[in-house]
């Protein structure tokens, strides 16, 4: 089975720390994703890796960066948390081109106080 | 913004009845996907129908497309306890895009 690992489930941060959500994937997978969960928002990408050390700002980058250095982690990096990042992130990956199925993981829930 | 939309936002229906989710996008594409999610987890692919495709079966769903509308709908037949979820249509960002872009999703309750 495809695995998609979230490194935290439930996170808990100050308001201006730097916060990292880390995410290993064991499929060999060329893509790798970061999405938002807000309710009534539904679900929105932030960045798109479709390689090692390649990137794509999604719809809402503002706040956040990336990193790939190996194929099978994608980290996302919160430089200085706000309370407005408060949400549910889901990292997730998919082979190399279009119309194959998105594997996600659990998720992780970051709270920003 | 390039999501789509889905309707309805919410649906309640009794266990053994057909539940039924509509999806509107914005792009032309090459496939549409959906998903599902439980309550506080990841999302599942469910079934994904191509362009040029206008029906397709899995189980107990049925997906459609109809691309001159930019719209898809989701059929649950036989509808259990269980299938008590989130269900979400994604589209690629542009034709042949790896990145998809997701609709808010439907919320279906079964009740038992």
């Known amino acids: 089975d495809v695995k998609v690992t979230q490194s935290s489930r439930y996170l808990v941060k100050r308001t201006g720390e730097k916060v990292f959500l880390e995410c290993v994937q064991d499929?060999?997978?060329?893509?790798m994703f970061w999405y938002r969960q807000d309710p009534g928002l539904g679900l929105r990408l932030i960045y798109f890796?479709?390689?090692?050390?390649?990137?794509e700002k999604g719809d809402i980058p503002e706040g956040y960066s990336v990193s790939r250095e190996k194929k099978e982690r994608f980290s996302l990096i919160l430089e200085s948390a706000s309370t407005n990042q408060t949400s549910m992130y889901l990292c997730?990956?998919?082979?190399?081109?279009?119309?194959?199925?998105?594997?996600f993981g659990e998720g992780s829930w970051l709270t920003v106080v | 913004s390039q999501q789509g939309e889905e309707d309805p936002q919410a649906l309640s229906i009794q266990e053994g009845e057909n539940a039924t989710m509509n999806c509107s996008y914005k792009?032309?594409?090459?496939?549409l996907q959906w998903y599902r999610q439980n309550s506080g987890r990841g999302l599942v692919h469910l079934i994904l129908?191509?362009?040029?495709?206008r029906e397709k079966h899995s189980g107990r769903l049925r997906v459609t497309l109809d691309t001159s509308k930019k719209s898809s709908s989701l059929l649950i037949t036989a509808s259990r306890a269980a299938d008590t979820a989130s269900y979400f249509c994604?589209?690629?960002?542009?034709?042949?895009?790896?990145?998809?872009?997701f609709g808010q999703g439907t919320r279906l309750t079964i009740n038992p």
């Open positions: 997730a990956s998919s082979r190399g081109y279009s119309g194959n199925t998105i594997y």
């Open positions: 499929m060999d997978h060329e893509n």
């Open positions: 890796s479709y390689d090692v050390k390649m990137k």
């Open positions: 792009t032309s594409i090459n496939n």
């Open positions: 129908i191509r362009s040029n495709e």
């Open positions: 994604a589209t690629p960002f542009w034709v042949g895009a790896q990145k998809l872009v």
